[in-house]
């Protein structure tokens, strides 16, 4: 091998099983009748990787997704004054899990706020989306909505809860990215298969009791400065660095002569030649030139506002294309996350919505023509929505009884609504669904059992596994 | 009860068709049918329990049957008929145990019925879980564990691997007990003499050195999940602040050897046992560690899980919510551990030195709630607790060889007030002094920045001279000529109208003295923007001196402009911003001597400046600058020879008033801090007395007058500043709070608050901050105490086998157990419990020393041997590739820290300190200092240690050995291994590339290259333009670095 010339490509099997895995299996080889995942799909594969967006900070479902005319009518009056006073029934309040107590936030709100914007009917299905997202309203003939989420975490943490499926007062356990690198890992020789861009906060980790394998890889879209340690940090030129990498690999190739049949010796080669791989993979993949001026067009790269974000998901969709298996993008910086409109929702939400609207509808377009969106899983969503009832004069508070996420592609049934609130946005009422239903829907499509995921001693969730959402399914 | 268990088995026809379609197979009971109902239905049905009286362990067992009789005759047989029922009451297992049966399994359960159900006539049931190996206490084998090795692997007929380089052994120890690599001359040193006495010494010196404690507390801090304190900004939500001290105590404890029996009690119940010695209270930060603000039942669970799996190897998590499926360990075991735990809760004492908790403090544990119920929660469900009946604090039964019976403590009186422990007076003491020295100091400063603020002017001891004194009631044109400006007389003296940026002034035609003192008396009516007046002087020839007053609504000041050639000059030192308002008179008076110029507006002194330039004759006039404005009076004299003019201040001074303000201020700080130590002494001797009435009197009454000298304090801060939001309101409130105070030292009684020497951790978020409590109960109950004597117990037959395994995992690559943290019945008994066994017992019998123990490992031949399978006996690879029987040594990875600690101790960075307050985890890749002095917790990254598996701060009973390319990355890339690599080539500097290369695999591997390694190692190094740093970053990146050959 020459590092001289590169990138070599090598068996990504290898790797994957190989590399992620090593750890796992060696420190339980003693364990009786659990194997590593083969890292094949074990039912249908109807989706090959995963882009996933994540809105932080709780979008307003009623004010994107989930349109509630009530609100507008009762707009002023207290819940208590109209028709559907039972929705603050206690007994519906007590799923909820309070993390922080008597903070100021995530408090019931009971005076109606109204609409703060319209909804307009899109595509041949005629969905109503709000005039904020007209560039996704433009795809939804692609998109499932779900407008019956719930969770139990009325606070930040619930972002937590929907990666992991585990609420914050209980122990940390791998995300859904981790779990489906761990189930069917790499298609790269180039690349890590779990990637993340954006902000994160509460969790900063994916893989937990599987290992720091499965955390999901850092990436900025600079390409100057894509990944950590991915570029020399003092300078070292690129014949001598391929020269490094050369002795390296031979002396490596000695010891292995010394240490025959030593799997992890043969790992680390191979980590090497990935490593190598990576340093041009990854600015590559980061570096936007050679992409058509009407490509960065479809994202929103020649507009100011939706041009952070667009970036990120012309990003993603060049990493889905080079065999990156779970794309995770966070959206809105600070702790609790941009969304979360306290006051000001209108100005905050059009503002933040305009950020993504048209680079999502770009990334849907432009995966469906290039033929990606029939394997590629796309998934948008939230930790939460957000109350009927105003906060202060202008905001509305988290609200975790019911919220809608979406999902596109990758064998899902475009242009249906699954599921729905009450009439005012409350709870969900028609086939509600906790958000490990999105999880085990998601590991369906991409083949994998949600109850078969395990390492010894440890099953994915114990409980709480999830039901896959047949209606959503093509 | 998650699902009924009905009583009696019932035939129904709703029977799932599926398995009926697949042909008959011919099943092995033993291979497919047994594995399958031990999955599966034994947890209920077996040993363990025997649900509805029913076994499935035996064939004959389910022919015998339970309360629904035979379950494998009739067709289809209850046993088919229950695990394929659609009916969810009936179904098995029951909904929420288990999924149904798969119809593969099915189908072999019905072939095996069908076939008649054929089973061994001899079969065993499954033996009574309490007979289970771990349970029993460990018997030793009397031989040595090479000797055991040896037997095994004769009696398989595999073949050993030959002993590894000596060099190899070295770089083993070094790396296993001190975390370091050995530097060439220790390799020289130990080659020339690698003999069993020899490698003794080596095994003995590096023990006795400080940094086996810092190595190996490292892997404890990863088993008992050290980590430093996080929340939210400043909300502490994990763990306790200043941990650290219970890391160190972990360093020091391991140093010296103490009993791991010891290190258990004192971890756990060091409050109990030693409550008087702070250093063995550091111990109980393992249960302050768990501390979580939000929920106590998450602290307990924590507490509770991880104690028994670190400990005991005991997987008590499960029997939260349920009976344990595997072990005999029922529901109501897990709240009786709960009592144990039920009335810990934690607090910072005061660490000596320190009175400031934010700096230092010692986090420990105490029993706080000594009568608080623990009742099972029904479900593991919090808010469902089982209130019909309390339970006691106690251990599982299968595991209580003597009865479990905790005795209360009775606590020393500085536990209970930890106020009165010795240094505290003394600290507290000191603490006051310094405050007396600061505000002593304070008070220095601001009396001489009183005495450095300008003073009202000093009478002149002789009468001036008056040349000229005007009212300007009428014009006096012999004495003023007009130059612009409109100018018109009154009873109150003259006003120009005319605004604009333009001077308009009066020049008075006499020639003032050279040094003069001057007067004019005003009052500015309007302007557009500048609304100027001032006294010109030194007028000729274009160039003069102006002193002037700016009313500009911008920016209002007093300023000495100075004109040259046409051009004004503003200098910053003649410049003094002060209030000046439209339609207000003022008086502005101007003292000029030589150069000196001093200038006062209603007597205030504002400006002392020193003219730049020489002084030249000229005339003196009255200006108007964009100003509607009247003057009222003007009077001219000379300066009077005695006449005491200030110099310009060097530094900034402050007004007169505010200077005055802060010497009031601070005269009252510094009677306030004088009387404190006063308080501080009452206050101690009346804790110290407890019940003494007249100590609690003087105390109450030095405190009236330590808070009387506060509250005044308070109220001049509070008058100080008037213009304050809410002023009035809050010298309202300082005034009431001065008269009570004023009226509580007239009559104090006998109730005093004690000093503030403990924080006791917050119980909820509910409190809004660490609450000061100053007294806490004086007995504890006992429990942890007895609970960690049972742990610690040589009886106990699971702690100190756990623990053997976990250090033989560190030494040897591979646990003896697999899993380490659970012992349960779900673990058979090892291969090689022999040598476990054997091991456990002479560790127990040695003082459950942990040193005696890395002897006999690191000093037995099969840490000796070759990890390679070069030249191996082919059968013996072949029957053994994963070398279950240590036929070979099993290579390991470094973990991350000691990656970074040896890449910097190579570069001769590392630095060697000990302990204290965890360091700033941003400067790990900077600082020199060892890995595990770092902050670590959930929310803290270290980018370095992150790639090469740090630990993971929530649970580590083994670390990860992951191979990943960002480890490859971080050892090629990365500034720390380029700086240790330059280090590295700065001390090979100067030798040849022969010996350079040499040299390089000694230093940096530990080891010389082989024939082929030196000479790859020169082509490459040519390749890389003999760049010796590149070099040796390259052999940094050797697989051989990271492992322990």
Redesign the interface.
Known sequence: MNFMHQPTPFLRRDILG???S???A??????KGWQPPSGLPVMPQKAKRVIWLFMRGGVSHMESFDPKPMLTKYAGKSIGETPFASVQDPEKLKKVRV????DANGKQRTTIYPLQTGYKRYGQCGIEISDWFPHIGSCADEIAFIRSMWTTDDNHGAQVQFHSGRHM????VPTLGAWVTYGLGSMTDNL?AFINMGPRYF???DG??L???YDA?NLKVDPKNP????????A?GKP??A??????H???T??A??????K??A???K??Q???N??TAVPETMNLDTESDETKKLYGLDDKVTEPFARQLLVARRLAERGVRFIQLQHGDG?AGAWDSHSGLKKNHSMLAQQVDKPISGLLKDLKQRGLLDDTLVVFATEFGRTPGSQGSDGRDHHPYGFSVWMAGGGTKGGTIHGSTDELGFHAVEHPHYVTDVHATILHQLGLDP?QLEI??RKRLERDFGHVIPEILA | MPHPVPRVFLRRGTLALVWLAIPALAVDYEKEIKPLLKERCYACHGALKQKADLRLDTAAAMRKGGDGGDILAGDPALLLERVTTTDKDERMPPEGEGSMLNTEQVAKLKAWLAAGAPAPANEQSEADPRAHWAYQVPKSSGQSMDALLAARLSSKKLKPQPEAAPELWLRRVYLDLIGLPPSTEQIAVFLKDTSMPSRQRVVDQLLGTPQYGERWARHFMDIWRYCDWYGLGAQLRHSQKHIWHWRDWIVESLNTDKGYDQMIVQMLAADELAPEDRDILRATGFLARSYYLFNRTTWLDETIEHTCRAFLGLTMQCVKCHDHKYDPIEQADYYRMRAIFEPLHGRLDPWKGETDFEKNGLPRVFDLHLDKPTFRHVRGDEKNEDKSKPLNAGVPQVLEFASFQPASVKLPPASVKPALLPFVLEDQLRAAERDITAAQKALDQARQTLAKSPQPAAKPVTTPKMLISDDFTSAKPQQWEILKGDWKHSATGVRQHQTGAERRSLRLKPAPPADFEASLSFTIRGGQKWKSIGIMFDAADGDDVMVYMSAFSGGSKIQVALVSAGKSAYPAAGSVARPISQDVRYTLDLRVRGQLINASINDEPLLAYRLPQQRREGSLALTAFDADVEFHSFKLAELAANAVLREPATDKSVPLADAKAAVALAEKQFAAAKAKPAMIRAVFAADKARQDKALAKAAAAAEANYKLAQAEVDLVKAEADPKAKDADKKIKAAREAFEKANKKVAAPGETYTSLPASLKAQEGPEESTNTTVQTYPDTSTGRRLAFARWIADKRNPLTARVLVNQVWMRHFGAPLVANMDDFGRRSLAPLHQDILDTLTVDFMNNGWSLKHLHRAMVLSKLYRRSSSNAEADADTVAADPDNANYWRMNPRRMESQVVRDSLLHLAGKLDLTLGGPSLDPASSETSPRRSLYFVQNADTEHRFLAVFDNSNVLECYRRNESVVPQQALALTNSKLSRDCADALAAKLGKLDGEAFVTQSFLTVLGRSPSDAERRASLEGFQALKQNRSLFLQALLNHNDFVTLR
């Open positions: 190989g590399l992620g090593i750890a796992v060696s420190m339980l080889k003693a364990e993390v922080v107590v008597n007062l209980e122990p940390r890590p969790d900063i980790r937990h009791y290992g720091p394998a890889v990944l950590t340690f991915a570029a020399p940090e003092i070292v001598e660095q020269a490094q990498f050369d002795l390296i031979k002396l490596n000695l010891n002569e010394q240490y025959p049949g030593d992890t010796l790992a680390r080669m980590s090497y990935l490593a190598f990576m340093q702790a109850h010894p001693g």
